[in-house]
């Protein structure tokens, strides 16, 4: 059986005609090379933002389900311009929507999650000999058979879902940036290109506002074992493996250092020190959709506590309304939120063996006399919330002192 | 059971967001009055254009399948966008698109006729009380489940027969004009709105060029009894009922003067006058999809003919290629085409009755010193071929003519 290569594009990969041209050459060279090949698409660049704003011209909230409906079509656009532009090259292709190949997803429009892909609807075809399947990706149907969306990014885990359920030997993700880097390089000249990284530590890096990869993608990576490369569509160079877990990652202590400053934080004073309250607070939010990431509790001399959390800043205004009612309720001091944050991270398999990382941290912050307003900690990392003022020096020094040249070693 | 409107809204009725707000309200104000509705909407206008213009750009001869996923899109984005639109005044609607409501079509993409709509998924959903049926107009699928497309104006095409397929009590076409006129009152100030026009006088208007109605969607109300109403977005008047033949219709003797300046003629001189060479000729030319209008020979004294006749103008390169090829195997003259040819018809069912109009077609022509250059006549029309720079002065003539303020009677 000749080797099957699926390769995910990204908007900016099929921004424009020539771009589109240029991503048909590359997918025939790799299908004269003896691959099979399924292309998965995104939208060519702005058209996925366009699309919504014409949905928000007619409503401050479009319906879920049209809304879907709207922008999935701009994978459509670009699935058929990629067929079209391979069968101008001689090269034999057909493009695939959701409904298609059936990528079925629950009901959660606008962030659905892929539940099933029928591979061997794809593998026919490509068995068929009937050249490169194009897949349009960010889209599915749910059980009634409406067009789901699967969120920003969602083209990457269509791509490593498809990946999966026909069992390719490689998904290849490309993309406007040449792999995954220790750090962003904009704002550390010093940040290096990985070559390969564990699922684990790429989930930490994309939950983290690394923003290579959309989180859910290394999730079904993980769970299905596909092994992912990251690379650019302009050039030709290797660029990053996301893959097992190897013996010798262990050896890294940090891969990397992350910055989200997408977050907000939100804070209740004088909360009554009782059972069952952080369940009143957090199950409104959760029910809402907001996803809550960092919780601190602090209980006073006094038998009351603070209560810190952070959500995406785009949810701050739903999560306050939340907090306030909560607040009032409970008989708890005003709830306010704060926006100029920013969570730095260092993530490393290495870490899971050695405690001093998360000391080396607060210890280079406090050097520079940056405060830390928030800790949190995992198996393979440390983040913590800082003023947003300090984020690039909070990166370059983390990164210079953990990282440097060619990473600290355990 | 609550009456059954269905409504189709042109590409320039949803062409904005405002406009496609004025369209939820006519929408709304509709089911308001107690009516079931179905929404049949066009790509905003401009969008099939542009999306076939992104097609073009990689190839000049797109892939037909391809091309089709990627200008069905422009229906799927505004059936959504109407469907938000009418949620934001509060009434609830669902978008469908072709392979959701199973609107079954042939294998002929770019031009797909339609051969069956699940009427009971549409009636099963508006008796749901699920508010409005917003459908995506123009696209189809195949019975390999591809998306197809009806060709230009093919969303009347969709609203006619999503009217047969759900039995309902008018189909109303909501289009830039408001209503069929007796002829184009751009080009002769005296033409005049139709109350009431047949089937078969609009199926003549039609498919000479009124381009109110795509004819498909004539033949389609014709063949199913649908009542068809064509009316304008921008105001409350009632436009042209297009409707079966009442007794009283035949009183009048002309009821429109069209035109067509979209055709192109080609001639074959000096073909040896055998049997069979009209059908060498004619069958690739069909076989190409290019539909052949007027057909003229005339037997030299000789024994060689020449033959004329009329295609669309996009087609005319691909039948004068073929035509050319014809001629030199069969040792006739060089092919030939000219371009510059207008059709000028008058149509109305009061001809069957009376045998004088064509001569008073020739005579006003003659009149004005309008050369004929081919003929045709059916039984309630007679169409003549003449130099394109008569157009208007024909139109204007044969209208002042035959038609006049209150149209010739027999």
């Not at 969120?151 to 990457?156: F, H, I, K, L, N």
């Not at 939340?322 to 704060?338: F, K, L, M, N, P």
Request: proline share 3%; with cysteine.
């Amino acid at each position: 059986m000749r080797p099957l290569v699926v390769q995910k594009y990204g908007g900016t990969s099929v921004g424009s005609i020539e771009r589109i041209q240029e991503v048909a050459r590359r997918v025939a060279r790799t299908a004269s090379e003896g691959n099979r090949v399924i292309a998965v698409v995104s939208a060519m660049s702005g058209e996925t933002d366009r699309l919504l704003g014409l949905a928000r011209g007619l409503s401050p909230r479009p319906t879920a389900r049209e809304s879907d409906v709207v922008v999935a079509s701009g994978e459509q656009v670009s699935a058929a311009l990629l067929s079209i532009a391979l069968h101008e090259r001689g090269v034999k292709a057909c493009s695939f929507l959701g409904h298609q190949i059936r990528i079925h997803t629950d009901d959660a429009h606008g962030r659905a999650r892929i539940t099933a892909i029928d591979g061997d609807r794809l593998c026919g075809f490509l068995d068929g000999g009937d050249g490169v399947a194009v897949v349009a990706g960010f889209q599915g149907v749910n059980p009634a058979g409406d067009i789901t969306t699967l969120g920003r990014g969602g083209s990457d885990t269509t791509a490593v879902a498809v990946a999966a359920a026909t069992s390719a030997d490689v998904c290849e993700i490309y993309t406007d940036v040449d792999g995954v880097y220790t750090t962003d390089p904009r704002i550390c000249p010093s940040a290096r290109k990985l070559e390969r990284i564990s699922y684990d530590e790429m989930l930490e890096l994309a939950s983290l506002g690394a923003k290579v990869l959309q989180i859910r993608s290394v999730e079904f990576a993980k769970r299905y074992g596909v092994r992912v490369h990251v690379r650019t569509s302009f050039a030709e160079d290797e660029g990053t493996w996301v893959v097992p877990e190897e013996s010798t990652m262990e050896d890294v202590l940090v891969s990397g250092v992350a910055y989200d400053r997408d977050q907000a934080k939100i804070t209740l004073t004088r909360v009554p020190d009782r059972p069952g309250l952080a369940a009143r607070l957090f199950s409104p939010i959760a029910q809402q959709g907001i996803v809550v990431d960092m919780i601190i509790q602090n209980v006073g001399l006094d038998g009351s506590t603070d209560l810190t959390f952070t959500v995406p800043r785009a949810d701050t205004d739903k999560a306050l309304e939340i907090a306030s009612e909560v607040s009032r309720e409970v008989g708890a001091g005003a709830a306010r939120s704060e926006g100029d944050i920013t969570k730095v991270s260092v993530v490393g398999l290495g870490m899971r063996n050695h405690a001093g990382v998360a000391a080396q941290v607060f210890e280079t912050l406090g050097r520079e006399g940056i405060n830390i307003q928030m800790i949190s900690t995992s198996e393979i990392k440390v983040s913590v919330v800082i003023d947003a003022k300090y984020t690039e020096l909070a990166v370059r020094v983390l990164h210079d002192k953990l990282v440097g040249d060619g990473g600290a070693t355990t």
